[in-house]
């Protein structure tokens, strides 16, 4: 049972352009969402969050916007550029438990 | 500042042989500890989480188990490897009450099982 998914394992963008990466969940409990970067080898890390309580929420090049109706978030990043080529994992958590249950990744690659 | 360690970075073991993969994290106290797996073309799996001393939840059955024998340190072990246990294992830390920080992952341990 996939609870959180991101269905798209791979997404080639423009230097420049604007990458945007989807994911979908299907518990309602979900209220707290993170998204990560992971390069291989390495450890993911943290790029922004957003609350259920919120629909957006800005960093710099980065934006998360999360559409509770259709369990959907999103990140867009712009400009895209390359080193931000990676593997970029959305997460969700309720907060009534302490897990953090993560998608499948999908694969970001910014041609230059 | 807070950071996390996980070792060893790196193992090979033969089917059937003992692992133990510790971690640790320094300047924070009381956090909530995290195991997590990422097999080859999959996403994160999580394994065990632990919110005290002592104190271990379990995602998925399996041959693998997790201690908590002291306030900043996670252990996952297995009395006996399956090829299956191959993969990234990652230890992760977060502060505060239920799922509504950050997770910060350590460097990851990178098992395979021959």
């Known amino acids: 049972d996939q609870q959180v998914k991101q269905n798209s394992p791979s997404l080639s963008v423009q230097e420049g352009r604007i990458s945007i990466l989807n994911c979908d969940y299907t518990?309602?409990?979900?209220?707290?969402f993170l998204w990560y970067k992971k390069y291989p080898a390495e450890g993911p890390t943290f790029l922004i969050s957003?609350?259920?309580?919120?629909d957006k929420n800005e960093d710099g090049r980065f934006t998360v916007f999360l559409n509770k109706s259709a369990k959907h978030l999103s990140l867009h990043i712009v400009p895209s550029q390359p080193g931000d080529s990676a593997v970029y994992f959305c997460?969700?958590?309720?907060?009534?438990?302490?897990?953090?249950?993560f998608g499948t990744g999908t694969r970001l690659k910014v041609l230059a | 500042s807070q950071t996390i360690h996980q070792w060893p970075a790196t193992l090979v073991q033969p089917v059937g042989s003992p692992l133990s993969l510790e971690c640790t994290v320094e300047?924070?106290?009381?956090?909530?500890l995290y195991w997590y797996r990422q097999a080859a073309g999959r996403g994160l799996q999580l394994l065990f989480y632990?919110?005290?001393?002592?104190?271990i939840s379990s995602e998925v059955p399996q041959n693998l188990s997790a201690s908590r024998p002291q306030d900043r340190q996670f252990i996952l072990s297995s009395k006996k490897l399956l090829l299956s246990d191959s993969g990234f294992y990652l230890c992760?830390?977060?502060?505060?009450?239920?799922?509504?920080?950050?997770?910060?992952f350590g460097e990851g341990s990178r098992l395979t099982v021959l």
């Open positions: 632990s919110v005290g001393i002592g104190q």
């Open positions: 997460a969700a958590s309720d907060s009534g438990t302490y897990k953090y249950i």
């Open positions: 957003i609350s259920s309580i919120k």
């Open positions: 992760a830390w977060s502060s505060g009450g239920r799922g509504t920080g950050e997770l910060f």
């Open positions: 300047g924070t106290s009381n956090p909530n």
């Open positions: 518990n309602s409990m979900f209220d707290y």
